[in-house]
């Protein structure tokens, strides 16, 4: 199975700043990797998708890059109505595999 | 726009078999979709269980394909899944979702989502 390891677990930052989180899978994957957002009871709502295309409908200031093995996720300027934990999902091989997760929190 | 929509019991008893459906609507089971399970234990992070396309064709989790069975009734447009022998371990959120490739787009991505059901394995 190829491993995806997201950091941080966790972090906290103030409306406005920008957020950076990476995702790093244990094998080279190309660009085959998509970022969720989940926000508590709900489930995750897709974001990205080919590493660094974004969903329709999606804000604008979420955006990613990457390729290989080393991925990042931004919010260019977080809202409130970002609080949620972030995931990436590599789709390279089977089985599907996502990181463990990101939660994002106001400060 | 498609939805999609879990049902099943919500407590199994240990050494049971869980089963779920996933009733599709707005859309046709019998697209070029694979139809898939995913669960979410309490405070933790997603796990892929298994998919299926509509002509039966099915790929399961290695970690659980000796327990995991997916299955597809097209005349009611909705898949399930049957997951045998659980234990404690297998108490999760459980999740149906549309696998999507869009090959001209580059697009491959679990665009649409059950809102989950928690099923508790407990006696």
């Known amino acids: 199975d190829i491993q995806m390891t997201q950091s941080p677990s966790s972090l906290s930052a103030s409306v406005g700043d920008r957020v950076t989180i990476t995702c790093q899978a244990s094998q080279d994957i190309s660009n085959y990797l998509n970022w969720y957002q989940q926000k508590p009871g709900k489930a995750p709502k897709l974001l990205i998708y080919d590493a660094s295309n974004l969903e329709t409908g999606v804000p604008s200031r979420f955006s990613g890059s990457g390729s290989g093995t080393d991925f990042t996720f931004t919010i260019s300027s977080l809202q409130p109505e970002d609080i949620a934990t972030y995931y990436c999902q590599q789709y390279d091989n089977l089985p599907r595999t996502f990181g463990q997760g990101t939660k994002v929190e106001i400060k | 726009q498609v939805q999609l929509q879990e049902s099943g019991p919500g407590l199994v008893k240990p050494s049971g078999t869980l089963s779920l459906t996933c009733a599709v609507s707005g859309g046709s089971i019998s697209s070029s979709n694979w139809w898939s399970w995913v669960r979410q234990p309490p405070g933790k992070g997603l796990e892929w269980i298994g998919e299926?396309?509509?002509?039966?064709?099915?790929n399961y989790n290695p970690s659980l394909k000796s327990r995991v069975t997916i299955s597809v009734d097209k005349s009611k447009n909705q898949f399930s899944l049957k997951l045998s022998s659980v234990t404690a371990a297998d108490t999760a959120v459980y999740y149906c979702?549309?696998?999507?490739?869009?090959?001209?787009?580059?697009?491959?991505?679990?665009?649409?989502w059950g809102q989950g059901t928690l099923v508790t394995v407990s006696s």
């Open positions: 299926i396309y509509h002509s039966g064709s099915t």
């Open positions: 979702a549309r696998w999507a490739e869009i090959a001209a787009a580059g697009r491959s991505a679990f665009d649409y």
